[in-house]
T-cell receptor, first 115, second 113 residues
Framework: AQSVAQPEDQVNVAEGNPLTVKCTYS??????LFWYVQYPNRGLQFLLK????DNLVKGSYGFEAEFNKSQTSFHLKKPSALVSDSALYFC?????????????WGLGTSLAVNP | NAGVMQNPRHLVRRRGQEARLRCSPM?????VYWYRQLPEEGLKFMVY????????ESGMPKERFSAEFPKEGPSILRIQQVVRGDSAAYFC???????????FGPGTRLTVL
């Protein structure tokens, strides 16, 4: 069965420091991997995705993520955090079988960037 | 190009009433997904539709829940005889192709009294 784990409920980081939000997955076949961000009382906004190609994926707002097949991980990173990055971050996965791209979600990681 | 629209944004129902949640996908998008977000449980897939067809409803409760995506008009998620446990945020997402990222609406927050 497909699953996603975000091992940290909360991540705290000082403004200007690098941040990492962790994600590991389990899926049969080749994974499609996504990161979304959710601000309070808002919908989800797409940040980046990995489908195929380069393992390092660059996305919106200066975020990037690295696909590591051997470790089945897709950690989200940013070199220098901003207070405005404080939000809830979700990792999601689907498999590439057929055309059904339903997403299986992690429970989310709350990122707090302190001034 | 307007984003994914959902209405109402907030819906209050008493136990036993019906709830209808609407989702208008982005223009040109024929793939629609519904997800439910429960506190402490995260987002859960409910149903995947392409125009007029239900492709995967494996995440839908067997009773009281139904979804449609007619040829004309928005996708509808219908919950009959609501119970307190149905209180949640319901998100709709659309994409133009199967391999594209999904674009999410702002969600409908259902409260069952």
């Amino acid at each position: 069965a497909q699953s996603v784990a975000q091992p940290e409920d909360q991540v705290n980081v000082a403004e200007g420091n690098p941040l990492t939000v962790k994600c590991t997955y389990s899926v049969s076949g080749n994974p499609y991997l996504f990161w979304y961000v959710q601000y309070p009382n808002r919908g989800l906004q797409f940040l980046l995705k990995y489908i195929t190609g380069d393992n390092l994926v660059k996305g919106s707002y200066g975020f990037e993520a690295e696909f590591n097949k051997s470790q089945t991980s897709f950690h989200l990173k940013k070199p220098s955090a901003l207070v405005s990055d404080s939000a809830l971050y979700f990792c999601a996965v689907s498999d590439n079988a057929g055309n059904n791209r339903k997403l299986i979600w992690g429970l989310g990681t709350s990122l707090a960037v302190n001034p | 190009n307007a984003g994914v629209m959902q209405n109402p944004r907030h819906l209050v129902r008493r136990r036993g009433q019906e709830a209808r949640l609407r989702c208008s996908p982005m223009k040109g998008h024929s793939h629609v997904y519904w997800y439910r977000q429960l506190p402490e449980e995260g987002l859960k897939f409910m149903v995947y539709l392409q125009k007029e067809n239900i492709i995967d409803e494996s995440g839908m409760p067997k009773e009281r829940f139904s979804a449609e995506f007619p040829k004309e008009g928005p996708s509808i998620l219908r919950i009959q005889q609501v119970v307190r446990g149905d209180s949640a945020a319901y998100f709709c997402a659309s994409s133009p192709f199967a391999d594209n990222e999904q674009f999410f609406g702002p969600g409908t927050r259902l409260t069952v009294l």
